[in-house]
């Protein structure tokens, strides 16, 4: 059994719209949670971190955090041509030094 | 510029034929880790380091080696290279350990024949 499940895509949405990238992990004893974007070709880079049951928003992304359902999900607003990429979430215990990453969601936004 | 560096960035050798892929980093962190990321599986933790002279295994560490004899440097060593070691490999680097964010270099393709 995967211990990060993501939605598998791909997502494909038109520019403008929300994207909704969800992710269901194993360990209840997670306590930091980071959603990476990953260009075609390129490294994984931080977009957002959440430690916190509820909402947090960063400029057009919102991640949402429910420890309760094991849940972490990503809204993307306003989708741009260059949101088009993988996102990869990481749940983590903090004082672990595993990490475990799930498989991604590739998200296409159609002009 | 703060960084993570990574070399060769793309490699094809062939079966049997050791190798080793550096990795470097500027930031004085403390852990370290290597991933290979294949089609639909995704990121997978090979080897980590808590500190210099400190490693252990990830989730899919055999067939590699690594060691951490300087902060700043974290090789990964493939003695024995066989077809199925043929992956996207990436080196990251972090403050803390895993629940802290992870810096990851640009990536070695690496091609087993």
């Known amino acids: 059994q995967k211990e990060v499940e993501q939605n598998s895509g791909p997502l494909s949405v038109p520019e403008g719209a929300i994207a909704s990238l969800n992710c269901t992990y194993s360990?209840?004893?997670?306590?930091?949670f980071f959603w990476y974007r990953q260009y075609s070709g390129k490294s994984p880079e931080l977009i957002m971190s959440?430690?916190?049951?509820g909402d947090k928003e960063d400029g057009r992304f919102t991640a949402q955090l429910n420890k309760a359902s094991q849940y972490v999900s990503l809204l993307i607003r306003d989708s741009q041509p260059s949101d088009s990429a993988t996102y990869l979430c990481a749940p983590s215990r903090s004082n672990d030094y595993k990490l475990s990453f799930g498989a991604g969601t590739t998200v296409t936004v159609r002009a | 510029e703060a960084q993570v560096t990574q070399n060769p960035r793309y490699l094809i050798t062939v079966t049997g034929k050791k190798l080793t892929v550096t990795c470097s980093q500027n930031?004085?962190?403390?852990?370290m880790s290597w991933y290979r990321q294949d089609p639909g599986l995704g990121l997978r933790q090979i080897y980590y380091?808590?500190?210099?002279?400190?490693?252990d295994k990830g989730d899919v560490p055999e067939g590699y080696k690594v060691s951490r004899k300087e902060k700043r440097n974290f090789p990964l060593i493939l003695e024995s290279p066989s077809p199925n070691q043929t992956s996207l490999y990436f080196c990251?680097?972090?403050?803390?350990?895993?629940?802290?964010?992870?810096?990851f270099g640009p990536g070695t393709r690496l091609t087993v024949l």
């Open positions: 360990d209840r004893g997670s306590q930091s």
């Open positions: 930031m004085n962190h403390e852990y």
């Open positions: 990251a680097s972090s403050l803390f350990p895993a629940g802290d964010t992870q810096y």
């Open positions: 959440i430690y916190s049951n």
């Open positions: 380091s808590m500190n210099v002279e400190v490693t």
